[in-house]
């Protein structure tokens, strides 16, 4: 979380003891935070045996290899098409554009396992595309055709970058929609075109919108572990993964997970990093006063542009989705076990995103009841989560949740006489609490968002009232957060429903859930028996994407004017 998310103290005095209610509560939370990195560094201090020199000569050199270039090709991927799609819809006029501001988000709706489970069919020799290519040319052999193999790492890379350039638009476009015209038609009196207006004045500016974005894709694209597996891609996430489940060694796991956080942790850094000591500030405006008219061949290229990354991110393995799951309905019905896997997803997703929100709120809450640095650098702690890799917050979470799970049987037996086993990762607690360190960031983002729209003068006037801190949180401030509480709410929801990595890792034995489900058909190559379950999670996807593009369309622009 950056630094700016944390909203200052608004009241100069309070109560001593509610100050330290705050500070003993976030750094509770902060505390169960930082417990998978305290498991992974349990289990890898234990060594892993005479599997540590085959990982380190054979698996880890490849991975890390793998991952390097992975990160590479879909940061560049990313960075081009959310900052080009992000400038056309802002500071160009052409037919569509409004059709386009919120169409690019789409992408975001499909998970990347879906998405590599649709392209895998699409592309394969005797799959649609290239059926219908053949039957286009004439050519009847299945191999004839020339044509570039999916499962790569070119194919990763690309459909990665696919879906994850929704992180670089978002951000990016907002920065652009607040930059002043003014600025820009100065550079434009100064000589500049457009393209040397946009190198030298916009980009600039929008760098750390560009950074944030990028690093956000390249934390998403390092947590895949679905799409890399299908697409015979052994990244670093896939090696935990195999090496925890197929080789049954979890300190070798862990290991291959402290290398995995620190490329986390430098991602982070590099990023903050490249934003110190530099200044973005610029008048506020609106850069869609000076949007450019585009005509003939200019608009028809910026349509194209920005049609294609939807119709390659989301048009195509939707109705891949569609005509797959109709097929499977009207051949053997919906899959039996169908509502046990949404019912599943849908009961650990909302229990998590409930309980998310009351952890954020209160974290969020506290930053704004007190002025202390050291709390304020506990929240940040507490929303770590969202850094670190599904794989990687799995195995760091089997010391602590083994060891309190074993400390509740020993205590049920010495009381009942009978042990009742391993009580939270069989009933699934374990899952649950990975998904809210995972997604905590995202609950105190939104919701100390929802803050800063509140006045310093309502607490104060609150408080000169004798309103107490329960009576202020839960009478003025949670009836005002209402629509942040429930945007945080829904993007938790849809991120837990989506999850894999920890999903495949901490579920109960004979645990299915919608993603899991997709995850196994695809595994076995049976495509369109997974394309119900995959296409309910889409539909489900969609619904943040639905509140991004509503809170888009209410942003307050200025009539756009043609500049010649």
């Not at 390092?222 to 080789?247: C, K, M, P, Q």
Request: glycine share 10%.
């Amino acid at each position: 979380m950056s630094d700016s998310a944390i909203t200052p103290p608004l009241i100069a005095s309070r109560p001593a003891r509610p100050d330290r209610l705050w500070r003993f509560g976030s750094a509770l939370i902060a505390l169960l935070a930082l417990a998978p990195i305290g498991g992974l560094v349990f289990f890898a201090s234990r060594g892993s045996g005479e599997l540590w020199p085959h990982l380190i000569a054979n698996v880890l050199p490849v991975a890390a290899r793998t991952t390097a270039l992975l990160l590479v090709g879909v940061g560049i991927l990313v960075t081009v098409l959310g900052i080009g799609t992000a400038w056309l819809v802002t500071a160009c006029r052409f037919p569509g554009r409004r059709v386009f501001e919120w169409a690019l988000l789409l992408p975001l709706s499909v998970p990347s396992y879906v998405m590599a489970f649709a392209y895998l069919d699409v592309v394969h020799p005797v799959g649609p595309l290239q059926t219908s290519l053949r039957n286009l040319f004439g050519i009847t052999d299945p191999r004839g055709l020339p044509f570039p193999e999916i499962r790569s790492l070119g194919g990763a890379i690309l459909l990665l970058g696919l879906i994850l350039y929704p992180y670089v638009y978002l951000p990016v476009r907002a920065l652009f929609v607040m930059q002043s015209a003014s600025m820009l038609e100065a550079s434009r009196t100064l000589g500049a075109g457009r393209f040397r207006a946009f190198c030298t004045v916009a980009l600039p500016l929008a760098r750390p919108a560009v950074a944030v974005g990028v690093s956000l894709a390249l934390m998403e694209a390092l947590n895949d572990i679905g799409a890399s597996e299908f697409l015979g891609v052994r990244t670093l996430t896939v090696a935990i993964y195999t090496t925890w489940v197929t080789r049954s060694s979890i300190e070798g796991a862990a290991q291959i997970a402290l290398v995995m956080l620190a490329i986390v942790f430098a991602l982070v850094l590099l990023e903050r990093l490249g934003r110190r000591g530099m200044n973005y500030s610029a008048p506020r405006g609106n850069s869609q006063a000076m949007a450019q008219p585009l005509k003939g061949g200019a608009a028809l290229l910026a349509m194209l542009a920005c049609a294609l990354p939807i119709l390659l991110g989301f048009v195509v393995p939707a109705s891949y989705l569609v005509v797959s799951a109709a097929r499977r309905i009207r051949l053997g019905g919906l899959p039996a076990d169908l509502w046990v896997w949404t019912g599943n997803s849908v009961f650990f997703a909302a229990i998590a995103s409930i309980l998310t929100l009351a952890i954020g709120l209160f974290l969020a809450t506290a930053g704004r009841m007190s002025r202390r640095k050291s709390l304020h650098g506990m929240i940040r702690l507490a929303g770590i989560g969202y850094a670190i890799p599904g794989t990687v917050l799995a195995v760091g979470l089997l010391v602590p949740i083994a060891g309190l799970d074993n400390w509740i049987a020993d205590a049920v037996k010495s009381v009942w006489g009978r042990s009742p086993g391993l009580i939270l990762m069989s009933s699934g607690a374990a899952l649950i609490l990975a998904y809210c360190l995972r997604f905590q960031a995202i609950s105190i983002g939104g919701i100390e968002a929802g803050f800063t729209r509140i006045s310093p003068s309502i607490d104060m006037a609150a408080r000169s009232l004798g309103a107490g801190t329960p009576r202020l949180s839960g009478g003025i401030h949670v009836p005002l957060l209402s629509p942040a509480i429930a945007a945080a709410g829904l993007l938790v929801f849809v991120d837990c429903m989506k999850e894999l990595p920890a999903t495949l890792l901490l579920r109960p034995f004979n645990f299915e859930t919608l993603a899991t489900y997709v995850y196994g058909e695809a595994a076995r190559g049976t495509y369109e028996d997974g394309a119900v379950a995959a296409l309910v999670i889409v539909i489900v996807g969609m619904l943040p994407v639905a509140l991004l593009a509503r809170a888009g369309t209410r942003e307050r622009r200025p009539p756009s004017i043609g500049v010649s």
